[in-house]
């Protein structure tokens, strides 16, 4: 006897007057309502900026090349034997990647921080290596000595075509000031090199000195200097280097700035303040199309970040200030922009330590910013929780390439932070995702930005 099922559930149901609609009906309209709202903001979005959207693979084979995902399967090597009676003491925890990365003494010391032996540059690379990056490995200049510009940015300087790297020059001894201060190096100075692929670099030298007597210079080398970036001003003519300038404890958190008729130097070195009266750590400046430029900092305790117009001469900041990305502790912040939209790339507040790094988007400069999670793409989880185990510092735009930008980090060595290491990857606006994208009422909020990993890579040709 066929038996009713109570619990089935009718597949049916009545709606406006007793007509009958199906289920499919229903949901075939509501995907064709969504389908309509999704092409309609998607016209919206960028017809507004002329531009073309662009989710998905690239059709680009140039740009398909930079796209590819790579993993990596790095074997962590077994636990070192300990004494029955210490293992009894404190059981042992399994060890992660980032446990070796931090261990000075560990076994893959050499795939973090590869040795002399395995160094690129145009002394010592055979014609079929040359030009190619190798992330995190010793990055010699055209002189062969290893780069030191360290938490930096690159100026494109239209005068000469020339691209300048300026950055922490850390060539000295690291050491602690007192045991619970991050490891340090006494200011060098602002190293500068220039290239004109941006792979081969030529030493400039030291572009802005430490102050070796005066005790009481924001650039007394027993003070810090990081972060050094320049941007061209227009309307006066002069290269402007903005930077981060604290005391040993990070309790002065300011910004300095010094200026230059030529991109090569020396800077003149004029003050430091904290803009707005807030505290600044970490910090950027950002040049737009329009040659308004944004200073860009981390405050109240690295809980938020700022972002301010400077004035036309790019000396100073304006009064108008807006607080961005609020409560979610983000530092080491690198701008962008493509088709209108603006980008950053920031890192977690750790320290020295390797952390996730976000991207977040933003139709207007000022704000408000998205949030849209992790960029990285490839190696392997622990690769990709860490930013390939470097922090960004800054996003060149790759010129001719729409939408490709080379993404600027650094693999910081607190034992030796002069031997810190480059990683230098594949950012594409647009380009194929390893995880879903962000939704927004079920469409994708903003074009995913992926930086892909690669054991090595180059710049397409041309
Ligand atoms: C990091 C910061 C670096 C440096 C370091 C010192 O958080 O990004 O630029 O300040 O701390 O520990």
């Known amino acids: 006897m066929r038996m009713r099922n109570k619990y089935r559930k009718p597949t049916s149901f009545n709606y406006i007057a007793g007509s009958r609609c199906s289920l499919s009906t229903v949901v075939w309209s509501l995907v064709g309502f969504l389908l309509f709202l999704h092409l309609y903001s998607l016209v919206s979005h960028y017809g507004a900026k002329g531009g073309v959207a662009q989710f998905g693979t690239s059709h680009n084979p140039v740009i398909r090349e930079l796209e590819e995902v790579e993993h990596e399967n790095i074997q962590i090597p077994p636990p070192r034997k300990r ?63 290893p780069i030191q510009a360290h938490g930096g940015g690159i100026l494109y300087d239209e005068k000469s075509r020339t691209y300048y790297w300026y950055g922490e020059y850390k060539d000295g001894p690291t050491f602690h000031v007192h045991k619970k201060a991050a490891a340090r190096v006494d200011i ?26 005066n005790e009481t210079h924001d650039l007394h080398k027993s003070n810090v200097l990081e972060r050094p970036k320049v941007i061209y001003n227009g309307y006066t003519g002069k290269y402007v280097m903005w930077m981060h300038i604290d005391d040993v404890n990070y309790t002065k958190a300011g910004v300095g700035v010094a200026v230059s008729d030529y991109p090569t130097g020396p800077f003149d070195y004029l003050y430091s303040k904290r803009p707005h009266g807030c505290e600044s750590r970490d910090m950027t400046v950002f040049k737009d199309d329009d040659g308004m430029a944004y200073l860009i900092y981390s405050s109240e305790d690295n809980s938020e970040l700022h972002i301010g117009p400077l004035t036309k001469d790019y000396l100073d900041v304006t009064h108008d200030v807006r607080k961005i990305l609020v409560g ?38 000022m704000g408000p910013w998205e949030t849209m999670g992790n960029p990285c793409v490839g190696g392997n989880k622990m690769f990709r929780l860490t930013t390939f185990f470097a922090q960004s510092t800054f996003v060149i735009p790759l010129p001719g390439l729409p939408g490709s930008f080379i993404f600027m980090a650094d693999r910081w060595n607190p034992a030796d932070l002069r031997d810190s290491r480059y990683v230098w990857l594949p950012l594409i606006v647009g380009g194929p995702a390893d995880r879903p994208l962000d939704y927004n009422f079920g469409f994708p909020a903003w074009p995913r930005v992926s930086i892909y990993w690669h054991k090595k890579w180059r710049l397409p040709s041309g």
């Not at 690129?120 to 990055?139: F, K, L, V």
């Not at 060098?188 to 102050?211: H, M, P, Q, T």
């Not at 701008?335 to 952390?355: D, Q, R, V």
Request: overall charge negative; glycine content about 8%.
């Open 83 to 145: 004494s029955p009676r210490a293992a009894k003491r404190r059981p042992q925890k399994p060890t992660t990647l980032i446990d070796e990365f931090l261990d000075e003494s560990s076994q893959l010391r050499h795939i973090f921080f590869p040795g002399m032996k395995t160094a690129i540059g145009p002394t010592n690379s055979d014609s079929n290596d040359s030009s190619y990056y190798y992330p995190g490995r010793i990055w010699l200049d055209t002189d062969g000595n």
């Open 188 to 213: 060098i100075g602002v190293g500068c090199y220039s290239s004109k692929d941006l792979w081969s670099w030529k030493n400039e030298g030291i572009v802005l000195a430490a102050e070796e007597t």
């Open 328 to 365: 979610q502790h983000r530092e080491a912040p690198a701008l962008f922009k493509h088709e209108g939209t603006y980008y950053m790339i920031t890192s977690g507040c750790t320290g020295w330590a390797p952390n996730e790094a976000l991207a977040h988007a933003a139709e207007l400069v």
